[in-house]
């Protein structure tokens, strides 16, 4: 049940994250619910949910939808769920028999200490050794990532009480009000506006077992952060920001996958980004970007190329940030001629290769 157990708290998560309150213990019934209908049909396990955590009239709607987004479509077939709840829902959610040798508190440890044992065991599977079932199930708990990028200050100005600049023509409305005596000045500060975050993904054929997991992020970061732009390359640079922009995830991977006409084959690091500093540099949306290049550094073509791109691009980006996810074990050593001219043009240079490290890399790209 480790696998059913992974996808009832992921999906507990979802439903908070939409703003539907669910606590532990009911997290816990639902558990014990679905444990007893075993094998569960979808339609066993919506009910189950509905009475086990308790859910409002008002949040129907939201639960309905996350259900949908994240049990249907194992179920392709499946576009709705039946409103006539089993007759065994209301037994199965009930409280479990007393005959199990132990009291409900220590049940409830228990379930509590192996859900949380298969997320730590998820965190840490690594992107190339993971199935379909656990790249769906990181999916979602990417969901849960907000990548938090700097702030930069911006030309125009808003009102602000605590501002060090003088707002003349509001100070002279207000001295209407008091027979033209400046009484009550306004202020007013620059305003601040978050800093575009550009993701640029290797997707050859030495990155093929991290490709759909790191597009997998960008689609959540394209979701929670306001201003991203993505950018793909084997053997030239192709922008997939458009197709990243779909609703569904599965979708959206499909999409970009199929753009990118070089994927799974050659490496050509420094002749793309080229094509990124010459299209986008200077005054385009490199310019003060948080820029997180996913490679392995294996570069195939001239590394004189790479050192210099991966030159220009640092002038250009406020941070250049390297993912590599062979950094994820410890007797790396960045050796690879790609890797070894562009290292001192990075600012940080971190791992890539399971959901951890890319929940830390949300740490380094917004500076910590």
Same mark, same amino acid.
């Given at each position: 049940?480790?696998?059913?157990?992974?996808?009832?708290?992921?999906?507990?998560?979802?439903?908070?994250?939409?703003?539907? +309150?669910?606590?532990? /213990?009911?997290?816990? !019934?639902?558990? %014990? &619910?679905?444990?007893? #209908?075993?094998? @569960?049909? $979808?339609? =066993?396990?919506?009910?189950?949910?509905?009475?086990?955590?308790?859910?409002?009239?008002?949040?129907?709607?939201?639960?309905?939808?996350?259900?949908?987004?994240?049990?249907?479509?194992?179920?392709?077939?499946?576009?709705?769920?039946?409103?006539?709840?089993?007759?065994?829902?209301?037994?199965?959610?009930? +409280?479990?028999?007393? /005959?199990?040798?132990? !009291?409900?508190? %220590? &049940?409830?440890?228990? #379930?509590?200490? @192996?859900? $949380?044992? =298969?997320?730590?065991?998820?965190?840490?599977?690594?992107?190339?050794?993971?199935?379909?079932?656990?790249?769906?199930?990181?999916?979602?708990?990417?969901?849960?990532?907000?990548?938090?990028?700097?702030?930069?200050?911006?030309?125009?100005?808003?009102?602000?009480?605590?501002?060090?600049?003088?707002?003349?023509?509001?100070?002279?409305?207000?001295?209407?009000?008091?027979?033209?005596?400046?009484?009550?000045?306004?202020?007013?500060?620059?305003?601040?506006?978050?800093?575009?975050?550009?993701?640029?993904?290797?997707?050859?054929?030495?990155?093929?077992?991290?490709?759909?997991?790191?597009?997998?992020?960008?689609?959540?970061?394209?979701?929670?952060?306001?201003?991203?732009?993505?950018?793909?390359?084997?053997?030239?640079?192709?922008?997939?920001?458009?197709?990243?922009?779909?609703?569904?995830?599965?979708?959206?991977?499909?999409?970009?996958?199929?753009?990118?006409?070089?994927?799974?084959?050659?490496?050509?690091?420094?002749?793309?980004?080229?094509?990124?500093?010459?299209?986008?540099?200077?005054?385009?949306?490199?310019?003060?970007?948080?820029?997180?290049?996913?490679?392995?550094?294996?570069?195939?073509?001239?590394?004189?190329?790479?050192?210099?791109?991966?030159?220009?691009?640092?002038?250009?980006?406020?941070?250049?940030?390297?993912?590599?996810?062979?950094?994820?074990?410890?007797?790396?050593?960045?050796?690879?001629?790609?890797?070894?001219?562009?290292?001192?043009?990075?600012?940080?240079?971190?791992?890539?290769?399971?959901?951890?490290?890319?929940?830390?890399?949300?740490?380094?790209?917004?500076?910590?």
């Amino acid at each position: 049940m480790a696998d059913g157990r992974t996808d009832l708290a992921v999906f507990a998560r979802l439903l908070r994250a939409a703003g539907v +309150p669910c606590g532990t /213990g009911q997290v816990l !019934t639902l558990v %014990e &619910a679905v444990d007893r #209908l075993a094998p @569960a049909a $979808a339609a =066993d396990v919506y009910w189950a949910g509905r009475a086990a955590l308790g859910i409002r009239p008002a949040d129907v709607a939201a639960y309905d939808r996350v259900f949908r987004a994240w049990f249907l479509d194992e179920h392709p077939g499946s576009t709705t769920v039946s409103l006539d709840a089993p007759t065994d829902v209301a037994e199965a959610s009930g +409280p479990p028999d007393a /005959g199990g040798g132990g !009291t409900d508190e %220590e &049940a409830g440890e228990e #379930l509590v200490g @192996a859900v $949380a044992s =298969d997320l730590d065991v998820l965190r840490s599977r690594r992107f190339d050794r993971a199935t379909d079932e656990e790249l769906r199930a990181m999916r979602a708990l990417m969901a849960d990532l907000v990548l938090r990028v700097p702030r930069r200050r911006a030309r125009r100005t808003e009102p602000d009480r605590h501002g060090r600049r003088p707002d003349l023509r509001r100070s002279m409305r207000r001295a209407v009000q008091t027979d033209g005596e400046l009484v009550h000045r306004a202020w007013r500060r620059r305003r601040s506006r978050p800093r575009r975050l550009v993701l640029v993904l290797d997707v050859s054929g030495s990155m093929a077992g991290y490709a759909r997991a790191l597009l997998q992020f960008a689609f959540s970061a394209r979701v929670t952060t306001p201003d991203v732009e993505v950018f793909a390359f084997g053997t030239r640079l192709t922008r997939l920001t458009p197709e990243l922009s779909a609703r569904d995830v599965d979708t959206a991977v499909a999409s970009a996958a199929a753009r990118v006409v070089d994927w799974d084959g050659g490496t050509r690091i420094g002749n793309s980004l080229a094509t990124l500093n010459r299209r986008y540099g200077r005054q385009g949306l490199l310019r003060g970007a948080v820029v997180v290049v996913c490679s392995d550094g294996l570069e195939r073509g001239d590394p004189a190329v790479l050192a210099g791109e991966a030159a220009r691009l640092s002038r250009y980006a406020h941070r250049l940030v390297w993912v590599n996810p062979l950094k994820g074990d410890e007797r790396y050593e960045p050796l690879a001629r790609g890797m070894a001219v562009a290292l001192p043009h990075v600012d940080r240079f971190v791992a890539g290769h399971d959901l951890a490290s890319l929940e830390a890399l949300a740490d380094v790209v917004g500076g910590r």
